[in-house]
């Protein structure tokens, strides 16, 4: 899409609409959870300082020119609830072709309501490129998806985010700069990076998740590397393989070593980057004797899962069939009946035939969507804490409503734009996701 030069400004001063505590928490200087109901009723009480928001990554440079989230005018933020949804229904009857709307699994369900179509972020990218007349893309997610639909729609296209604060936590644990050091560092133990060996493999292949910023993707892509989905992250990590001694894997460290164990590989030959210490905090011996390295990363809704969760469910349930996501940790994902994406789960739970219960592990608003959906079976979420995306939670239908009527009234909100010299390589780095098998389907429409 076609976009201005990226200029990058100086790093910026604390931003009051993110939540730093999540670096903090990663570096282990802090601890305690990630996970926050907090955002779940007036988002706009943390967006009163305009700021870049977590975005590609609350750790990122901000782009010259970005739109930053300003205070949502009061008109919405004292709007009841019908009344939101009625302005929302009226901007988008009046916008018709124009707009698509989309809505992610774990999207709230009075955002969900208004999507014409519902599904992970690379079915909704996918989505929003099957729409070419549309001129603008609302992307009712987080940052690094609406980056993704950008680099998939069309240059007359605009995606918006309805929300610019509204980022991912995991994707925050990667930014530009520290996997830029990182593969410096790795250089330095392998020699060149981009010289393959006598058998003509290259020292380590980069593999990132969707789950991640553009400038991440693009990085991936001038470096022979490959961006993933947690469907088809086995069949991502055999393309590198094929290519490389070895894979660095980023950012979130679960997806990576569930997926590469379930391949064969042992534990000691996946150690742990911390970009916060020297060589990861691993030793020279251990990245040679590497075949995966894992980021240190983690989604803090999926973190959540135990053990402890899928037994008590046994003991209280008999016969319950236990599927979670690969996001959750290993001893989770080894304890569950099954793993898989959110499509994964989704078909799970539509194709089960004869009630069946289904613990789930995986955001809350999809599990009681899908237990909405489908009364006949006894669905519940293994964590008996409600924990959902917070950051998804910022796509307030206060903030749907204002990105719809500003399109109704000629104007363009909250515009997401991937500068062209970070979108080539990200591109690169999806066709190569493409190639290496066909992507998912585009969900159904809703509406
Ligand atoms: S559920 Fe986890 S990985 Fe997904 S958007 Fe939220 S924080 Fe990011």
Known sequence: MAASPLTLAPRRAVDASVDHGIQAIVAGTATGSTCSTDLAATPWTFDTVPGYGPGASMGDVIPTGSPRQGELPAEYREASEDE??????????????????????????????????????????????????????????????????DLLSGPGQAVILPNLAAGCSMADMADIDQVEECW??????????????????????????M???????????????????????RTVLEWAFARGRRVLFFPDQHLGRNTAKAMGVPLERMPMWNP??????????????????LWHGFCSVHRRFTVDQIDRARAEHPGVRVIVHPECPMPVVDAADEAGSTDVIRRAIVSATAPTTFAI?????????????????TIFCLDPVVCPCS?????????????????????????????DEVAAPARVALERMLAAKPASATPARTA
């Open 184 to 209: 410096e560092q790795l250089e330095d133990v392998y020699g060149p990076l981009d010289e393959p060996d006598a058998d003509g493999f290259l020292p380590v292949i980069p593999v990132t998740y």
């Open 276 to 293: 916060h210490r020297p060589l990861g905090g691993s030793s020279e011996q251990d990245l040679r004797d590497a075949r995966v390295i």
């Open 211 to 233: 789950n991640s910023s553009a400038a991440i993707k693009g990085f991936v892509g001038r470096h022979g590397g490959i961006v993933c989905t947690s469907s088809n992250a």
């Open 391 to 419: 950051t998804m939670y910022r796509i307030h239908p206060g903030y749907l409503a204002w990105t719809l009527e500003e399109l109704v009234a000629g104007r363009v909100v909250n515009r997401i734009t991937v500068a």
């Open 361 to 377: 592990g995986t955001e809350i608003n999809l599990v009681q969507r899908l237990a909405a959906q489908h009364p006949q079976h």
């Open 84 to 149: 939101l949804h009625a302005r929302i229904r009226a901007a988008k009857e009046t916008l018709g072709d124009r707009v698509v709307v989309l809505g992610h699994f774990y999207q709230r369900d009075e955002v969900v309501r208004h999507a014409d179509y519902v599904g992970d972020s690379f079915q909704l990218a996918n989505a929003a490129k099957a729409h070419p007349e549309a001129e603008a893309i609302v992307f009712c997610g987080v940052h690094f998806m609406a980056e993704t639909a």
